[in-house]
């Protein structure tokens, strides 16, 4: 089946710095990525839609400014967490939907990257 | 707006009995259901998916769901549990109704004890 990759899978960093999240679609083509967050034993909740070639659409409650997301291929979109606070420690998963032809309706997530703000 | 449900919070199932997670959804139009499976400090696996067609939807590890439109439900089934099954399960609900972004329940932890 389809892949997706998330690089990197486990970050730690000091409040304030900014960290960059990489979704890749390995094997297929996606208009479309959406970034989650998970918190401990929760369910994930939808961040935001990312459409190749232009801008994100953010869900409500999530700052834009914070979470940057840049979908500038049809394999890759970035989320950046800017300034990050200890609050923003959580886990952040992608999701990548096939474009055209075969399987359009599923998406495929990412193994997850766990971001931990000291 | 869509919404998926998934009314128990853990599911306890001996090996080899049969299993059942619940799913309940509320959508405008024809619903696009999923089931995934998450372990620990993993990402999401998917499992099966209704879109249309026969409501019984056979899918991976021997899992299966059935669509029930009356009931607006979406339970996922397996007719003989192995401990390895155990895992956090997420119902979804998606499709082009909604912009194809998928809302998730709030998953329900089952645990196959041996």
């Known amino acids: 089946g389809a892949v997706v990759s998330q690089h990197p899978s486990r970050v730690i960093c000091k409040s304030g710095t900014s960290v960059k999240i990489e979704c890749r679609s390995l094997d297929f083509q996606a208009t479309t990525m959406f970034w989650y967050r998970q918190f401990p034993k929760q369910s994930l909740m939808l961040m935001a839609t990312?459409?190749?070639?232009?801008?994100?659409?953010?869900e409500q409650g999530v700052e834009k400014d914070k979470f940057l997301i840049n979908h500038a291929s049809l394999t890759l979109s970035t989320l950046t967490v800017t300034s990050a606070h200890p609050e923003d420690s959580s886990f952040y998963i992608c999701?990548?939907?096939?474009?055209?032809?075969?399987?359009?309706?599923?998406?495929?997530f990412g193994p997850g990257t766990r971001l931990t703000v000291l | 707006a869509q919404s998926v449900a998934q009314p128990e919070d853990q599911v306890n199932v001996a090996e080899g009995n049969p299993l059942t997670v619940k799913c309940t959804y509320s959508v405008s139009g024809n619903p696009y259901l999923f089931w995934y499976v998450q372990y620990p400090n993993r990402g999401l696996q998917f499992l099966l998916k209704?879109?249309?067609?026969?409501?019984l939807v056979k899918g991976s590890y021997g899992f299966e769901a059935e669509f029930n439109k009356s009931q607006t439900s979406f339970h996922l089934k397996k007719p003989s549990a192995l401990v390895s099954d155990s895992a956090l399960y997420f119902c979804a609900v998606g499709g082009p109704t909604g912009g194809f972004k998928t809302i998730f329940g709030a998953g329900t932890r089952l645990f196959v004890k041996a």
């Open positions: 999701s990548a939907r096939e474009t055209g032809g075969g399987a359009v309706d599923t998406q495929y």
């Open positions: 209704y879109i249309t067609g026969d409501n």
């Open positions: 990312s459409n190749e070639g232009s801008k994100a659409t953010y």
